[in-house]
T-cell receptor, first 113, second 113 residues
C-alpha cells in the first residue's frame, strides 16, 4: 500500500506569490494534518482536517488555508509568501480524528526568495 | 499550554557507547511518540507510547514513558554510525476538538567511529 504522498517535493517561489501543496493520505485514513518544519526546529501544527471538516488550526496567519476533498486528499495554500515561510511542509494522515499513529509524507520543501 | 523539552539538543557519541535522551512535557498527556529524521528527509516513526510505564524496544533503541513524572527516555545501547540522525519526541495535545502533536526541538545525534 502507498504511504502518504505529497507534491511537489521541492519548489522555489518569490515573495508575494502563492503556493499550493498537495497531500494524499494512506488509503482508508480520514484525517489529514499539516505541519511546518523550519530548519533546525521541530514541526509546528498548522491544520487538521477530518471527514472534510477543519478540526483545528495552529498559530498561523490567515494567509494559510487548507481544505480536504471527498477522497480525503488535502491541499495547503499559502498566499502572499514571505521569506519566513521557507520550510519543509509535512502532511500526516491517521485513521481516526484524535487517536492513532500519525504517518508522515516525505514533505514539500518550499524556498521563498 | 503544552510544552515539550528535549535534552540534550546535540549529542556526539563514540560507537559502542550508551546514552539516554530525555523528553519532558509540561501538562498531562498519556500519548508520546518518538520519531527519527535524517537530513533533508521526513519523519520516521520509532515508538508509540500510550500508557504509564510503557517500554518499547527496537534494536539498539529503547523508549519508556513515565506519565506521572511527565518524562520519556530514549536509550541508545552500543551506538553505531547508522543511528546518526535527529530524534524528536512529540506529545499529543488533547485539548480542544482537534488532535495535534507538540514537538520538542530534537536531539541531533552524531555517532563517531
Amino acid at each position: 500500500d502507498a504511504g502518504v504522498t505529497q507534491s511537489p517535493t521541492h519548489l522555489i517561489k518569490t515573495r508575494g506569490q502563492h503556493v499550493t501543496l498537495r497531500c494524499s493520505p494512506i488509503s482508508g485514513h480520514k484525517s489529514v494534518s499539516w505541519y511546518q518544519q523550519v530548519l533546525g526546529q521541530g514541526p509546528q501544527f498548522i491544520f487538521q482536517y477530518y471527514e472534510k471538516e477543519e478540526r483545528g488550526r495552529g498559530n498561523f496567519p490567515d494567509r494559510f488555508s487548507a481544505r480536504q476533498f471527498p477522497n480525503y486528499s488535502s491541499e495547503l495554500n499559502v498566499n502572499a509568501l514571505l521569506l519566513g515561510d521557507s520550510a519543509l511542509y509535512l502532511c500526516a494522515s491517521s485513521l481516526r480524528s484524535n487517536t492513532g499513529e500519525l504517518f508522515f509524507g516525505e514533505g514539500s520543501r518550499l524556498t521563498v526568495l | 499550554e503544552l510544552k515539550v523539552e528535549q535534552n540534550p539538543l546535540f549529542l556526539s557519541m563514540q560507537e559502542g557507547k550508551n546514552y539516554t535522551i530525555y523528553c519532558n512535557y509540561s501538562t498531562t498527556s498519556d500519548r508520546l511518540y518518538w520519531y527519527r529524521q535524517d537530513p533533508g528527509k521526513s519523519l520516521e516513526s520509532l515508538f508509540v507510547l500510550l500508557s504509564n510505564g510503557a517500554v518499547k524496544q527496537e534494536g539498539r533503541l529503547m523508549a519508556s514513558l513515565d506519565t506521572k513524572a511527565r518524562l520519556s527516555t530514549l536509550h541508545i545501547t552500543a551506538a553505531v554510525h547508522d543511528l546518526s540522525a535527529t530524534y524528536f519526541c512529540a506529545v499529543d495535545d488533547l485539548t480542544g476538538n482537534n488532535r495535534k502533536l507538540i514537538w520538542g526541538l530534537g536531539t541531533s545525534l552524531a555517532v563517531n567511529p
